[in-house]
């Protein structure tokens, strides 16, 4: 296997295996967040959407950095959606596309073994035509897409 292919892999399985340690228990479903009443500042509980049992709570944090947020507030509800829409069951189907993407896109002598470029004919002995494929070098286009996901850029490639 190639050095971005395993790169990658390693990364996929990385992923998956912190979100099975954050699952509440075996197929666990999705999460969701809600307001908790009444609170201040704003706090936002996200529970799990089988049996309702807390996950995490956030809340907004007030902040003179403008760095932050130049509206000086850190966005809880928005925090606690994208924690509730990155449950481990979200991050788990998306890890098992992302090796299926990698098993396509294969090496195969420099080029993808799944991507081309374009096609040509030509006439072969005989004066038989045949096309002649061109495949993309690999590694393509869309592995590199998917790498770049997971924090993996040519330039960490080549420093491994």
Same mark, same amino acid.
């Given at each position: 296997m190639d050095d971005l292919s395993s790169l990658l892999l390693s990364a996929i399985e990385e992923t998956e295996r912190l979100a099975l340690a954050a699952n509440l228990k075996q197929d666990d479903p999705e999460w969701?967040?809600?307001?908790?009443?009444g609170s201040h500042p704003r706090t936002f509980r996200i529970r799990s959407a089988q049996d309702?049992?807390?996950i995490a709570e956030v809340s907004d944090i007030e902040s003179d950095a403008e760095v932050l947020d130049p509206t000086?507030? #850190?966005d809880g509800e928005a925090t606690a959606r994208h924690i509730a829409r990155n449950d481990p069951s979200s991050v788990l189907r998306r890890c098992a596309a992302d090796k299926r993407t990698?098993? #396509?896109h294969r090496n195969?002598?420099?080029f993808c073994s799944r991507c081309y470029?374009?096609?040509y004919d030509e006439e072969g002995s005989g004066g038989y035509p045949y096309t002649?494929?061109?495949?993309e070098p690999y590694p393509c286009a869309t592995l590199r897409n998917t790498a770049e996901g997971y924090g993996l850029t040519d330039h960490q490639?080549?420093?491994?």
């Open positions: 969701y967040a809600h307001h908790v009443a309702h049992c807390p000086g507030v #850190l990698v098993e #396509l195969n002598g420099g470029t374009g096609s002649v494929i061109q495949f490639e080549g420093e491994e």
